[in-house]
T-cell receptor, first 112, second 113 residues
Framework: QKEVEQNSGPLSVPEGAIASLNCTYS??????FFWYRQYSGKSPELIMF????GDKEDGRFTAQLNKASQYVSLLIRDSQPSDSATYLC????????????FGRGTQLTVWP | DTGVSQNPRHKITKRGQNVTFRCDPI?????LYWYRQTLGQGPEFLTY????????KSRLLSDRFSAERPKGSFSTLEIQRTEQGDSAMYLC???????????FGDGTRLSIL
């Protein structure tokens, strides 16, 4: 059973702080990892994806992947109240299949 | 570039009725996925298509569920004899290729009375 585990949260940070979201995955064959943001009652919106070990930066977001530790993280710098949402971590299978395995999500609140 | 489109946005039906949802993927995306999400959970995979071929079905997908993508463009998901436990958000996503980012539609929220 392939699983993705996310830190339980909820996570609350002040505006302007760095929010750190973490997840671990069970399938060593997973090749790709995705972070989605989901506002209440809305569908998931892709934020970042990462395929290689190391860091990948896009604006205020940095995704980090450590395949040896089977660990993925998302850092949000200069957090804004509009970042308040549930963040979903997902792993893609390493085979020819394409399904994503999602964690349960971490709820982030950024307070002014 | 239009996004993934799902219809209807909301569906309320009585237990035992059949329902059908439609998904139009992003053009040129040959992969189309269906997921189901309940409150407090991440999306769970149901099935996916590459062009018109249905390549995988989850064990979650009972024989009351059927999905089609007849011409490799839009897809439909039908649930027959709906049950209370079918109440969920049904999400469709598409991607250009395997392991490429999947982009989700707005979802169809199903409520069973």
């Amino acid at each position: 059973q392939k699983e993705v585990e996310q830190n339980s949260g909820p996570l609350s940070v002040p505006e302007g702080a760095i929010a750190s979201l973490n997840c671990t995955y069970s399938d060593r064959g997973s090749q790709s990892f995705f972070w989605y943001r989901q506002y209440s009652g809305k569908s998931p919106e892709l934020i970042m994806f990462i395929y290689s070990n190391g860091d990948k930066e896009d604006g205020r977001f940095t995704a980090q992947l450590n395949k040896a530790s089977q660990y993925v993280s998302l850092l949000i710098r200069d957090s804004q109240p509009s970042d308040s949402a549930t963040y979903l971590c997902a792993g893609g299978e390493g085979s020819t299949l394409g399904r994503l395995y999602f964690g349960r999500g971490t709820q982030l609140t950024v307070w002014p | 570039d239009t996004g993934v489109s799902q219809n209807p946005r909301h569906k309320i039906t009585k237990r035992g009725q059949n329902v059908t949802f439609r998904c139009d993927p992003i053009s040129e995306h040959n992969r189309l996925y269906w997921y189901r999400q309940t409150l407090g959970q991440g999306p769970e995979f149901l099935t996916y298509f590459q062009n018109e071929a249905q390549l995988e079905k989850s064990r979650l997908l009972s024989d009351r569920f059927s999905a089609e993508r007849p011409k490799g463009s839009f897809s439909t998901l039908e649930i027959q004899r709906t049950e209370q436990g079918d109440s969920a958000m049904y999400l469709c996503a598409s991607s250009f290729a395997q392991n490429q980012p999947q982009h989700f539609g707005d979802g169809t929220r199903l409520s069973i009375l």
